[in-house]
């Protein structure tokens, strides 16, 4: 499956941006997806999941500040971004259950 993630870029904070993921196959309906990130120096971490039922899971550092979702009828997957910080700064990889990965999108923050 491949997997092409996009809408990384520049952003002060507090201000917002929207990542979307794209799958090559329908696959993506029957699995769980997710964001990973890697910030410079530090190892990739997870930012949240969504199952195909659409059970989320938000790690504590973006809880109540990102929003994930999907649209299994495009096979694509969003994280919307509010309340950026600089601390949020990383490549951010978008996943596909078990072992699929996107090539990843920077985001900058700015204070």
């Known amino acids: 499956v491949q997997l092409q993630a996009s809408g990384g870029g520049l952003a002060q904070a507090g201000g917002s941006l929207r990542l979307s993921c794209v799958a090559s196959?329908?696959?993506?309906?029957?699995?769980?997806v997710g964001w990973y990130r890697q910030a410079p120096g530090r190892q990739r971490e997870l930012v949240a999941t969504i199952t195909a039922t659409r059970t989320t899971h938000y790690e504590d550092f973006v809880k109540g500040r990102f929003t994930i979702s999907r649209d299994n009828a495009k096979n694509t997957m969003y994280l919307q971004m509010n309340m950026l910080k600089p601390e949020d700064t990383a490549v951010y990889y978008c996943w596909l259950a078990v072992n699929n990965w996107g090539q990843g999108t920077l985001v900058t923050v700015s204070s």
């Open positions: 196959s329908d696959i993506f309906k029957t699995k769980s």
